[in-house]
T-cell receptor
Framework: KAGVTQTPRYLIKTRGQQVTLSCSPI?????VSWYQQTPGQGLQFLFE???????NKGNFPGRFSGRQFSNSRSEMNVSTLELGDSALYLC?????????????FGEGSRLTVL | DAKTTQPPSMDCAEGRAANLPCNHS???????VYWYRQIHSQGPQYIIH???NNETNEMASLIITEDRKSSTLILPHATLRDTAVYYC??????????FGQGTTLQVKP
């Protein structure tokens, strides 16, 4: 079974631009969550979607947004990029939302903002 | 607002058991303890989780104290490929894991 797929794997943007990252969950998984990882802050929860609805949101500004499609694929968007948005963005999927099951993480999208 | 405390780093000799401790003194009765690890530049990998009882799978064992205020992850025969950052997490809400700083485990030959 294919794992969680994130695209693109690497990208470089400049301040003020916007970026869209994509995540394809494991087939059959309906919950997708997003995390940001930086050297200073570690892994931080961004938001979680289940059946196209955002069920949970972390403490990030409104420049960070996401959505989930009917096929469970998810995208996250960051507008008006800042240097501090440089990070590894990780997507994770699980079969259920709320259950005790494990999260399966993708390899991440590494964003560099210049 | 991590709910767990772990030592920042540990060493282990190859072939020996690695015992990674975690304190979660404020854990609620229905919160699970999860362990993930992250090998450099890869996504976190699920290891094991438990509620009250000790758990074992092909990767590791999880020992949870009776009062559930602490736990230990045991890698029975550590290899060099087990060198990674290990995160102990108390699951807060659906899909939301609060990661702390984790323990960097260095397995040495």
């Amino acid at each position: 079974k294919a794992g969680v797929t994130q695209t693109p794997r690497y990208l470089i943007k400049t301040r003020g631009q916007q970026v869209t990252l994509s995540c394809s969950p494991i087939s059959g998984h309906r919950s997708v969550s997003w995390y940001q990882q930086t050297p200073g802050q570690g892994l931080q929860f961004l938001f979680e979607y289940f059946s196209e609805t955002q069920r949970n949101k972390g403490n990030f500004p409104g420049r960070f947004s996401g959505r989930q499609f009917s096929n469970s694929r998810s995208e996250m968007n960051v507008s008006t990029l800042e240097l501090g948005d440089s990070a590894l963005y990780l997507c994770a999927s699980s079969f259920l939302a709320g259950g005790p099951g494990e999260l399966f993480f993708g390899e991440g999208s590494r964003l560099t903002v210049l | 607002d991590a709910k767990t405390t772990q030592p920042p780093s540990m060493d282990c000799a190859e072939g020996r058991a690695a015992n990674l401790p975690c304190n979660h003194s404020t854990i609620s009765g229905n919160e699970y303890v999860y362990w993930y690890r992250q090998i450099h530049s890869q996504g976190p990998q699920y290891i094991i989780h438990g509620l009250k009882n000790n758990e074992t799978n092909e990767m590791a064992s999880l020992i949870i104290t009776e009062d559930r205020k602490s736990s230990t992850l045991i890698l029975p025969h550590a290899t060099l490929r087990d060198t990674a950052v290990y995160y102990c997490i108390v699951r807060v809400e659906a899909g939301k894991l609060i990661f702390g700083q984790g323990t960097t485990l260095q397995v040495k030959p």
